[in-house]
């Protein structure tokens, strides 16, 4: 079973298998001593939420039978992810794109800052939280929160852009790459632009 803290101050949110108790054990029997904070929260017999969240937090960092995060290849899925943005930065400056996924949150992908060291490396995000990063090279880097749902979401958007797009376009009344309103029938028929289309590399109606 699998519990879900939040921490109250910036709505970042943990998925863990762990409990309380447990995390304060795993803290006490694995954690350095030189991590007093992390040594403090699991000495405490009562959290408020904040510390609660923390604890949780320290309780995975320092878990020892945690599995290693994965390492997905994107060759069969998320190559796509990487072309349709190669192609939208040679017309757009900072290209992006705004799904919803099949729990309703929203899903926004974008390009790391260029002044940065994940320059090329392709952002995702789920209901504001860091979900992970595509690679240049191909590769995905979920964090530990990221679940098979996102990863399968993603694959199933890299695999059929324009029909995830065009769900997207006709669920909400707007494009998922510009944001804006449609109101072309045709842009209404298809779930968004041929702009944005053109700009990304995708079909267009028929």
Request: glycine content about 8%.
């Amino acid at each position: 079973m699998k519990y879900t803290f939040v921490n109250p101050r910036n709505n970042e949110s943990l998925e863990t298998e762990l409990t309380p108790i447990l995390a304060a054990q795993i803290i006490k029997e694995n954690a350095p001593m030189s991590d007093d904070f992390a040594h403090n929260l699991a000495e405490m017999n009562y959290w408020s939420l904040s510390q609660c969240f923390w604890l949780m937090k320290k309780g995975e960092q320092y878990n020892p039978n945690k599995p290693a995060p994965a390492k997905i290849e994107v060759g069969k899925g998320f190559a796509r992810i990487q072309a349709m943005f190669a192609k939208a930065k040679e017309s757009l400056k900072k290209p992006k794109i705004v799904l919803q996924n099949n729990e309703g949150e929203e899903v926004k992908i974008s390009l790391a800052p260029d002044s940065g060291r994940n320059k090329d490396f392709i952002y995702i995000k789920i209901a504001e939280n860091y979900a992970g990063k595509i690679s240049p090279d191909g590769e995905f880097f979920p964090v530990q929160s990221c679940g098979a749902g996102t990863i399968k979401y993603l694959e199933s958007f890299s695999e059929n852009p324009e029909i995830i797009a065009a769900k997207y376009g006709r669920l909400t009344g707007s494009c998922c790459f510009c944001a804006r309103h449609l109101t072309d029938d045709r842009s209404v028929s298809v779930g968004y632009g041929p702009i944005c289309a053109d700009r990304f590399g995708l079909k267009w109606g028929e």
